[in-house]
């Protein structure tokens, strides 16, 4: 199994588990192996000593760092919200058969 399943099914039990005990929250995964394990750094340095005043976030597992953030959540969602990570769910089953079928040829 890919560590990065498994995370994601770590965290999916946590997160029942508590929203059976009537607690919701949001939890920042690593886009890369799934992680929770990221941190927020609120501005960086750059090269040259300026200060930038973008956000940057870091995995402390596989070493990811960017600027995207990546929520898990066990928060009731609404008829809306299901029908738009349906068609997200879609989209990238789409392209993952569309790279598969690349790969193939």
Same mark, same amino acid.
């Given at each position: 199994? *890919? ?8 965290? *999916? ?29 609120? !501005?960086?340095? *750059? ?39 349906? *068609?997200?769910?879609?989209? !990238? ?13």
């Amino acid at each position: 199994m *890919d560590p990065s399943e498994l995370n994601i099914k770590k965290l *999916d039990k946590i997160l029942n588990d508590l929203a059976e005990e009537g607690k919701y929250v949001e939890i920042r995964i690593c886009p890369r192996c799934k992680s929770p394990n990221v941190t927020w750094t609120p !501005f960086q340095l *750059d090269v040259i000593g300026h200060c930038s005043q973008v956000a940057k976030y870091e995995c402390k597992n596989c070493g990811w760092v960017g600027k995207l953030e990546i929520l898990m959540t066990n928060k009731p969602i609404g008829e809306k919200e299901e029908e738009i990570l349906e *068609d997200i769910h879609k989209m !990238f089953e789409e392209d993952m058969l569309k790279e598969k079928k690349s790969k193939n040829k």
